[in-house]
């Protein structure tokens, strides 16, 4: 299995500009969370899925941030306009559908710097 | 709603030294615990979980922890490290009640150095 993949890698943007982030969940997984990391905050839970239904939003910092899961395969944060303090690095993971003692499966994330 | 508290942001120590990385949680129900690992440029990997039973985790990389109700502890541990366990490492909580969010710690820095 090729685990969770996330793109891009890294993403530089200036502020104000539409920023796209993706998520591939690996195969057979039901739920799907959007992680996002900093120093100062650390992991911070944004947004999770149940078989492409989102469950809980209250980690979305603000209405600038959308997610939709369209399919089992695929996901989309999405930061419109984006800002400097939302520079950071966003990971992606994935569980099976015995949800709350599953193990998650992280992506190697995204790098987002916003200037 | 349950936290966790990870007192050590660091943790330097000598190759093949033992080290304990401290995690203590709160919660008003039964939880799960889990330990997860952050390589440099990676995302987290699961190093050991405790859901029931013995109170001894071990898990992998010879890391072991052990779930403490009394003290709400669930500390990690390891007799001997290696240099390629510098890492990260986040203690994390989950009730037994609810969907699959889990609550993770601040991290702890664990540095081997020679």
């Known amino acids: 299995d090729a685990g969770v993949i996330q793109s891009p890698r890294h993403e530089v943007t200036e502020m104000g500009q539409e920023v796209t982030l993706r998520c591939k969940p690996i195969s057979g997984h039901d739920y799907l969370f959007w992680y996002r990391q900093t120093m100062m905050r650390g992991l911070e839970l944004l947004i999770y899925?149940?078989?492409?239904?989102?469950?809980?939003d209250s980690g979305m910092p603000e209405d600038r941030f959308s997610a939709k899961m369209p399919n089992a395969s695929f996901s989309t944060l999405k930061i419109q306009p984006s800002e400097p303090r939302d520079s950071a690095v966003y990971f992606c993971a994935s569980s099976f559908r015995t949800g709350w003692s599953s193990p998650l499966h992280f992506g190697n994330g995204t790098r987002l710097t916003v200037t | 709603a349950q936290s966790v508290t990870q007192l050590d942001s660091q943790v330097p120590v000598f190759e093949e030294a033992p080290v304990e990385l401290r995690c203590n949680y709160s919660s008003s129900v039964s939880v799960y615990l889990f330990w997860y690992v952050q390589y440099p440029n990676q995302g987290l990997q699961l190093l050991l979980k405790?859901?029931?039973?013995?109170?001894l985790v071990k898990g992998i990389n010879g890391f072991e922890a052990e779930f403490n109700k009394s003290q709400t502890s669930f500390h990690l541990r390891k007799p001997s490290v290696h240099i390629s366990d510098t890492a990260e490492y986040f203690c994390a909580v989950s009730n037994t009640g609810g969907g699959n969010k889990l609550t993770f710690g601040t991290g702890t820095q664990l540095k081997v150095e020679l």
């Open positions: 405790y859901l029931s039973g013995s109170t």
């Open positions: 899925f149940n078989n492409n239904v989102p469950i809980d």
